[in-house]
């Protein structure tokens, strides 16, 4: 017994609609184990298929379009500081790596203490030339 509609997609076009469906697979797999997406959101994949007949209706020109829908990453938050320079005028900004604006913190990476922006303190106190009060030295 033969079949009225023998169309089978992944033999159709030389394996061509095979090859797209597998490569939308591997997006949406990779998605999947991305440890930045969450991992309960949905993802699709839509197969399109166009039929356009000729005057005679006897050949239709077959377009397949295969097209994934993943999970987009989840945010990353920061805190910013930012201020207007004194002397320059000039607008700044910096991440604020300490926690809390003026505190400062030992960087786990290099055992520095930086300011609240991660600018290593003695690079600071050279820059600005200001003398270092020492509050532990005796007065005579």
Known sequence: MSKEIDLNLSRMAYG??????????????KNIHDPNVPAKR???ITIT???????????????TGIKSVLAPTEEVETTVLTGKDIKTGRIEAHELSSGAPGQTYFDPEDSQLKTDVGKPV???EKETKAKVIDLQEKRG
Not at 16 to 29: G, R
């Open 122 to 124: 003695d690079v600071v």
């Open 49 to 63: 298929l166009g039929f356009t007949p000729d005057e005679k209706r006897q050949t239709v020109n077959l377009a």
């Open 42 to 44: 949905k993802r699709t």
């Open 16 to 29: 061509a609609i095979q090859e797209k469906l597998d490569k939308e697979l591997e997006a949406v797999f």
